[in-house]
Structures are given as C-alpha cells and as structure tokens.
C-alpha cells in the first residue's frame, strides 16, 4: 500500500527526472504579460492550450471564464471525489509582469529558462507559473501514489491579470460562489521569510497609492530672475512629504498607523528573523518605527514608501524654477486601518501645515485580510510541513506585499493559507527573475505532503 512517504518520493523524482522543468519551461514560453495589450492571446491560450490539458489529465473538469469587462479570462478546474471528503479551493495567476528583454544578466531571454547552478531563471519562475506548476505537480504525485484518487475534493481557479490588480477576481468569485464552496483555500504565491525556511502567511497586507500633485504654473521660470520670489513646487511636495514620513521611514500621522499590535502577533513573530542573503540588500540601521522588530515592520506595521517623484527633467536640469512637481507613494498596510480614510486625512493633515497647494487623490487601493490565528488550520498546516521537513515553518500573519486574498478570506469567508515557494532574493517584477532548485524539491514534498494529509483527514475539519 502506498505511504505518505512514496508520495513525497514521486513529487521529488519529478524535479530529479526534468519532468517539472520540462514542465515550467513550456509554460515560461507564453508571453503573458498582462499589462500588454497585444498579449491577450498568449493569455488565453495559458490557460486553454497548456493548463486545461494539465488539469485534465488529473481528471478535472474544465471551463474558461470570461472577463466580464473584458479583460483576461479566468480558468475554473473542478474535481469531485466524496462529498464527504474535504474540499480545497486553490488559486493561481498565469499573467506575469513585462518581460524586460534585454535587461537580464548575460542577456537571457525572460522567455525560456536557463538552469545556472540553484537557479532556474525565466519570467513567471517564481510569481507565479513556477509555484502553481509545483502545486500542480505535487497534487499529481499524491494522485499517482493513490492509485488515481486524492482522498478529497479540489478546485482551482487561475486568473490572468493579478499584475494589473485583479480587476475581475472579486466579481467572477461572487458570480460563482456555490461552485466554490470549500474547506479550505490553500495556495502559493509571494517568497518565503527566507530561502531555508518553510514559511506558512495567513493573508497579505493591503496597499493603496496616494498622488500628491503640486501645480503652481505652466511652464518654468529663471532661477537667477524669478529665485526667492516664487514657489518653488518641488520644494512645496518634498516638504509636504516630510510631514507624512520622516527621514528614518517613521509615520507622522496617526491614521497612517495600523492599531496597536497584540500580544499573539508579537508572539507569533519572536522566532521570525529579517536575515537577507548574501546578493540581497543588508537592512537598514535605524529605518522604519521604532519599538519593533524587524519582522513586526515588515510583516504587522504600516509603511508609507515614495515610489516615484518627478519635477523639471533630471536628464537635463534647467536653470529654472519648475511649475510642477508630484510624487506617488504608496501605503502598506495591516488589518485594522481604515484606509478608507486615509486620502481625507491626508488632505487635511497636509492642509493644516500650510500645504493647501499640494493635491491628494488616490488609485489602486486593495484591502488587507488574513485568517485568525485560532483557526485549526494554521496548526494543521504547520504539523504538516514539520513532518515532511523536520523544520518548524515561520508562521506570519501577512505577506508583506498584497495579493487578492481578500476576496477568498472576506468575499467567500475561506480560511486562507498561502504556503510560498519563492524566496526574498528572487527578483521577480526585475531582470533576472528566478527560483531556486532547492526549495522547488523541498517545496514540491511540501505540497505532496499537505496534500496526502488531507486525503488523509476524516471530515471536513482538521478539528
């Protein structure tokens, strides 16, 4: 009778063999940049020409989805073994970020991947064909060591525009809510805490991008003329962003801040370590909110970052007073703000320091969620990977990016938990995107091992 153990040992024989680099490699092929119009064919024929074959095979039953604002299409996969059995609803994105040829070392071609020493680089390695292609091909060696059954239920939906901010995932999900009813939403996307730690995130921090525009007056004028005598827009916009985050990355109003941290998160992330490797930046001394950790930064606080500032042109400074400056920044954010407020508060706060000039708006916002600490998964989870690895998984309680796991925790009420495959030093959404072999082994037996223990569960409930 198979085992546990022989489940673990196929997923792994499928690196070793080039099955699941053979495997990637096809899928790196379609060029699903989705933020390129002229790319909507390669996305449709992701999920058409490649994933509904895998899917089937498995003996899912397939259908593509229509964007309803025509966008990229989503794929919905269904296999139904036991009522009575669990059932996992899982998720994945086949669109990819630009494929900046011409960027990446020695010239590599973002379109295929090339295998130099641990890495595996190729757009899509690591966010996000990369990671569903290990869930996919652990979800099969579980289905081969139990003679074709998976011991549960399971349904997959693959969107194509998670890089331009999943602008339809909440609207289709909502359409097709009793189709995705679940247990559980078990999926992987973002980077582990670091490349050697198993690392289980219970949702991901929301993001919204604040505009500040100064617009003083057409054109520029003579600094030497017109110097001292008229407002100068950058200076007015570097100053007013002084008054939202200081020199060390420290908030300076209040309804910036997420709510207080408790006792379980801080406890949940005494064990977590900020350690970069070796080809990825060194933390900066003294950065970002004083009183906490590392780790509570990145994963439990708020950061408001400056993504972007323009005014005059910096290729070829004038001698002139600019008309114009702005700058987009960008807050990070925990459950429990009230982002909804915080484009009003930053008007006013910005206006009660004499900067009624400077124009706020903002765009792409995107909610926080995660699953509540008590939730019998998280340890289930948690047991789960030990077993496999011998090694305790950090348990976060966000990505500290954003991904859409609002619409799976909040719009269809799932305990959510992302189990990544990725790693910090990664690069995705740069040259040279890539993941390592070693955790893509280490991941694939990862997966076949939650996947095994959940044929494995009696009921619907780890409980």
């Known amino acids: 009778m198979a085992t546990r153990a022989d489940a673990i040992a196929k997923a792994r024989a499928q690196l070793h063999s080039g099955e699941f680099l053979a495997e990637l490699g096809r899928r790196v092929g379609y060029q699903t940049e989705s933020q390129n119009a002229n790319r909507r064919d390669a996305l449709r024929a992701y999920l058409e020409d490649e994933l509904r074959p895998a899917f089937s095979a498995l003996d899912f039953m397939t259908r593509l989805i229509e964007s309803p604002t025509g966008k990229g299409p989503f794929l919905l996969a269904h296999y139904r073994e036991d009522a009575a059995r669990p059932t996992l609803l ?15 070392r020695d010239n590599l071609d973002p379109w295929q991947t090339t295998t130099r020493g641990d890495r595996v680089y190729g757009r899509g390695t690591a966010d996000n064909k990369g990671q569903h292609s290990i869930n996919l091909s652990a979800l099969a060696a579980v289905r081969e060591a139990r003679g074709g059954k998976l011991g549960f239920n399971a349904k997959f939906i693959i969107e194509t525009g998670e890089e331009i901010g999943s602008p339809d995932l909440r609207q289709v999900c909502e359409s097709l809510r009793d189709e995705l009813a679940a247990d559980l939403f078990l999926a992987s996307d973002g980077p582990r805490l670091s490349a050697d730690r ?13 505009h500040l525009d100064v617009n003083l007056r057409d054109g520029s004028h003579h600094s030497g003329n017109w110097g001292g005598v008229l407002a100068n827009p950058a200076t007015i916009l570097a100053s007013a962003i002084a008054a939202l985050v200081d020199a060390n ?25 900020i350690e970069p490797m070796a080809d990825e930046p060194a933390l900066s001394p003294g950065w970002g909110e004083e009183g906490l950790s590392a780790a ?22 004038a001698n002139a007073i600019p008309g114009k400056a702005q700058a987009v920044l960008q807050l990070r954010f925990v459950v429990g703000t009230k982002y ?27 909610a926080a969620s995660r699953t509540d600490f008590d939730s019998p998964w998280v340890n289930w989870t948690a047991e789960s990977i030990r077993q496999t690895t011998g090694k305790a998984p950090a348990i976060l309680p966000n990505f500290g990016g954003s991904l859409p796991n609002d619409v799976f925790a909040d719009g269809l009420g799932l305990p959510t938990i992302w189990v990544p495959h990725s790693y910090p030093g990664c690069s995705q959404h740069a040259p040279d995107e890539h993941i390592l072999l070693s955790v893509s082994e280490e991941a694939l037996a990862i997966m076949a091992g939650l996947f095994w223990d959940l044929g494995e569960m009696p009921r619907a409930s780890p409980n």
């Open 340 to 366: 909804l407020e915080v484009v009003d508060a930053v008007r006013a706060h910005l206006h009660a320091r004499g900067f009624s000039m400077v124009e706020v708006s903002a765009a792409q916002s995107f």
């Open 90 to 104: 899982s998720y994945g994105h086949g669109d990819v970020v630009d494929g900046m040829a011409g960027q990446w």
């Open 198 to 210: 198993p690392t289980i995130f219970l949702g991901c921090r929301g993001g919204i991008r604040i």
């Open 296 to 317: 509570e930064r990145l994963y439990a606080w708020n950061t408001l970052e400056v993504l972007a500032m323009s005014s005059g042109n910096i290729e070829k400074p």
């Open 249 to 273: 990355g420290r908030l300076q109003l209040e309804q910036l801040k997420p709510p207080r941290l408790s006792n379980q998160i801080r406890a949940v992330l005494a064990d977590v370590k």
